[in-house]
């Protein structure tokens, strides 16, 4: 049913909350290069956005020809290092927290671990504690599947209907529709058409206009990309 205002914003954490799919791809581009496997920033991110773990080690073996167990523990340890020394909130999005009037939390397809290390890194960290930190490590079934956003919801209290989730990944988009919330897709690194197959209600490529559609969340007639 339509509402004036939702009752929860439920933020995925990487590249909504914090600038780390930017870095991850970068190292992710350096790692193939260094093993011989010369490919664009745009061409990584086209790849590998979005990807579970698993399916981007299958990748990067076909690719170089490094079997998983020897390629995951560099990438991570590269990744984090990179995070420590340059990770940023996503542009934009302290201003949107500042202003909003709705209660939020972050539900992150990632461990909890590094979702403590990248808000604490980008001083997030106080604004989802406690208990409005949500991680893939709670639920039976990662995103695409509902499990961690209806978890989110009930450990908050708010039906699900009244929850509006912001992603900017394919994946995280399904999961919130499957979740029966309002979804909105942020397109700055992930191509808006990518966003709005998975059923995006309205996608945007700048922080600034995420208020705008929050106010008009859960409204029919406001479905739109900006
Ligand atoms: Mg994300």
């Given at each position: 049913?339509?509402?004036?205002?939702p009752?929860l914003?439920?933020f995925?954490?990487?590249g909504?909350?914090?600038?780390?799919?930017?870095?991850?791809?970068?190292?992710?581009?350096?790692?193939?290069?260094?093993?011989?496997?010369?490919?664009?920033?745009?061409?990584a991110?086209?790849?590998?956005?979005?990807?579970?773990?698993?399916?981007?080690l299958?990748?990067?073996?076909?690719?170089?020809?490094?079997?998983?167990?020897?390629?995951?523990?560099v990438?991570?340890?590269?990744?984090?290092?990179?995070?420590?020394?340059?990770?940023?909130?996503?542009?934009?999005?302290?201003?949107?927290?500042?202003?909003?009037?709705?209660?939020?939390?972050?539900?992150?397809?990632?461990?909890?671990?590094?979702?403590?290390?990248?808000?604490?890194?980008?001083?997030?960290?106080?604004?989802?504690?406690?208990?409005?930190?949500?991680?893939?490590d709670?639920?039976?079934?990662?995103?695409?599947?509902?499990d961690?956003?209806?978890?989110?919801a009930?450990?908050?209290?708010?039906p699900?209907e009244?929850?509006?989730?912001?992603?900017?990944?394919?994946?995280?988009?399904?999961?919130?529709?499957?979740?029966?919330?309002?979804?909105?897709?942020?397109?700055?690194?992930?191509?808006?058409?990518?966003?709005?197959?998975?059923?995006?209600?309205?996608t945007?490529?700048?922080?600034?206009?995420?208020p705008?559609?929050?106010?008009s969340?859960?409204?029919?007639?406001?479905?739109?990309?900006?």
């Open positions: 049913m339509p509402r004036s205002r009752s914003i439920i995925d954490c990487d909504v909350l914090v600038d780390s799919e930017r870095i991850s791809h970068l190292v992710l581009q350096q790692l193939l290069a260094e093993r011989g496997v010369h490919i664009g920033f745009d061409e991110v086209s790849r590998f956005m979005g990807s579970s773990m698993p399916h981007t299958d990748v990067v073996r076909q690719m170089t020809g490094v079997p998983p167990e020897e390629f995951l523990p990438f991570r340890d590269r990744t984090y290092e990179a995070f420590a020394e340059r990770l940023e909130p996503v542009a934009g999005i302290l201003a949107v927290l500042d202003d909003l009037a709705e209660p939020y939390c972050v539900a992150s397809n990632g461990p909890r671990a590094k979702m403590e290390l990248t808000l604490g890194r980008t001083g997030l960290l106080g604004r989802f504690l406690p208990g409005r930190l949500f991680s893939a709670d639920v039976a079934n990662p995103k695409p599947a509902p961690l956003f209806l978890h989110a009930a450990r908050m209290a708010v699900p009244a929850c509006v989730v912001v992603e900017d990944t394919p994946t995280g988009v399904r999961a919130a529709r499957a979740a029966g919330m309002w979804a909105l897709g942020y397109c700055a690194m992930t191509p808006m058409d990518r966003l709005q197959a998975a059923g995006a209600h309205a945007f490529g700048s922080m600034s206009l995420l705008a559609l929050l106010a969340a859960g409204m029919p007639d406001q479905a739109s990309s900006l």
